[in-house]
């Protein structure tokens, strides 16, 4: 069998508009361009407000503090992101390696992240669900038990959006202290730092190497098709227009679609 094509972006820090609006635009274009591992940092602290997620009032202090704000078109509570790495997975209905169903394309996507971490000599581990973690505000507050941890610490918090024409799978990766400003903005902090030794250039590097390895073949360095170009810059104009609001996908659900945050 032929291994699948599969592209890697490996982007420079973004605006959080931007970075929010590239992933749903390599979602809109997989059909044509095929499935995706883009991984991505933030030019500047922001806060992801889950798509349903009522704006918290702790969201005031943002600006003030120089922290942007995004809406995602995936659910889930807010996330920080200050000292993490960003990774997305997008892929169109039928793609040979990933499970079409939820709990499927999960476990295959976050295998790939524990033998990331696993490789770099980290025990990470699926985390325990926790009681009431799937209506927590913040993301980091809590498991439901789709996420990765590491010493006990929830390392990864991951959200997935399935339309007709794909998923859209993205996630963040606590790599460095960011207590101090979850506290600034929230007046709490949601879960113990992660471990020192997370390298963000080690940790991209590993998440390739485990994703070639699970393909049979190497991933294919890649950049914004024209299209997606276009799709991503159009997302950003509307999100200029309303911060707080993420642009509609206008798109059919799969049969039984569903989001659920991990």
Known sequence: MTPPRVRLLRDEPGLAAWNMSVDEALL???????????????RAPAVSLGY???????????APLGVE???RVTG????????????????????????????GSYA??????LEALQSGGFAARTAKA????????LCFAGATGFEVELEGRKLIGSAQRRT???????????IADDTALYRALTGDSPAPPPPPGLDPKVLRDALVRSFDTALGAPLEPAVLSPAERVRAEARMA??????????ALSLRRFVAAADRVA
Do not use: K, M, N
């Open 130 to 137: 926790r009681e009431g973690a799937a209506r927590l505000d």
């Open 52 to 62: 349903r997620q009522a704006a918290p009032a702790w969201l005031e202090r943002c």
């Open 108 to 113: 295959w996507i976050r295998a790939r992240l």
């Open 164 to 174: 007709a024409l794909g998923i859209l799978q993205h996630g963040s990766i606590r």
């Open 69 to 71: 704000v995004v809406r």
């Open 76 to 103: 889930g509570g807010a996330v920080l992101h200050a000292a993490d790495l960003t990774y997305a997975v997008v892929a169109p209905p039928g793609t040979p390696f990933l499970p079409d169903d939820l709990a």
């Open 28 to 42: 809109l274009e997989c059909g044509r361009s095929g499935p995706a591992l883009r991984l991505y940092g933030w």
């Open 238 to 247: 509307q999100r200029r227009l309303d911060r707080l609001s993420a642009p």
